[in-house]
């Protein structure tokens, strides 16, 4: 999780995407012009483990947008295949 914050605090459109599951990968990212991210806060985390072959993390992260600040309150949902973790989807909170 803290790896794919931080490839859309760069910019790192091409990991995203490789970390991402292909049953669930979008054909392109659209970023918004000027977004500037400001922070990540892990809430929760279940399995993800060594051992684990899925996991969620609960998060919120922080970003302005013209001046405006938002966050983002999600738990994604994460597989491990062939050693490697998969973003798949994930449920967002109501504020």
């Known amino acids: 999780m803290r790896s794919r914050y931080s490839a859309y605090v760069l910019g790192e459109e091409d990991y995203l995407l490789d970390t991402w599951h292909p049953a669930y990968r979008p054909r392109q990212l659209t970023q918004v012009p000027g977004q500037k991210w ?3 806060k892990i809430r929760a985390t ?3 483990l060594a051992t684990d072959t899925t996991g969620t993390v609960e998060f919120v992260a922080r970003y302005k947008v013209d001046g ?3 966050r983002l309150h999600e ?3 994460f597989v491990r295949e062939a050693g490697h973790w998969y973003y798949t989807d994930g449920d967002l909170h109501a504020k």
């Open 38 to 40: 400001l922070g990540l």
């Open 75 to 77: 738990t994604s949902r």
């Open 46 to 48: 279940i399995g993800g």
């Open 68 to 70: 405006r600040g938002y």
